[in-house]
């Protein structure tokens, strides 16, 4: 059974800093493409940063600079740290996992490009909220 499990979310004032954890159970996450998406209230979900399985990183503009996704491949662990926090940034985040073909779990890519709904697993949400 597939499960990922987000903490780190919590409330902290503007310019401030949070790191979010997505802990993974029974997927690999050094053969998946990571992500981290966020949704705010009334809006749709949006990526943030995704990772392949060889670390090469994409991030969304508005994120560029600030946040910073990694992973631990031997805890199995995903990691988003966040910086210069703006209220913008108030959202509940998720972290997913797609699975990708043999070639892509060897080498990498097709990750920031794969549709949301390639990602079949998705954690239950951290939030995390910003204030001014």
């Known amino acids: 059974q597939v499960q990922l499990v987000e903490s780190g979310g919590g409330s902290v004032l503007a310019g401030g800093s949070l790191r979010l954890s997505c802990a993974a159970s029974?997927?690999?996450?050094?053969?998946?493409?990571m992500g981290w998406f966020r949704q705010a209230p009334g809006k749709e979900r949006r990526r943030v940063a995704t990772?392949?399985?060889?670390?090469?990183?994409t991030d969304a503009e508005v994120v560029k600079g600030r946040f910073t996704i990694s992973k631990d491949n031997a805890k199995n662990i995903l990691y988003l740290q966040m910086n210069s926090l703006k209220p913008e940034d108030t959202a509940m985040y998720y972290c997913?996992?797609?699975?990708?073909?043999?070639?892509?779990?060897?080498?990498?890519?097709?990750?920031?490009?794969?549709?949301?709904?390639?990602?079949?697993?998705w954690g239950q949400g951290t939030q995390v909220t910003v204030s001014s």
């Open positions: 990772i392949d399985s060889v670390g090469d990183i």
């Open positions: 997913a996992a797609a699975a990708g073909n043999s070639f892509e779990r060897r080498f990498g890519g097709n990750c920031w490009s794969r549709r949301a709904t390639d990602f079949a697993y």
């Open positions: 029974g997927v690999t996450i050094s053969e998946y493409c």
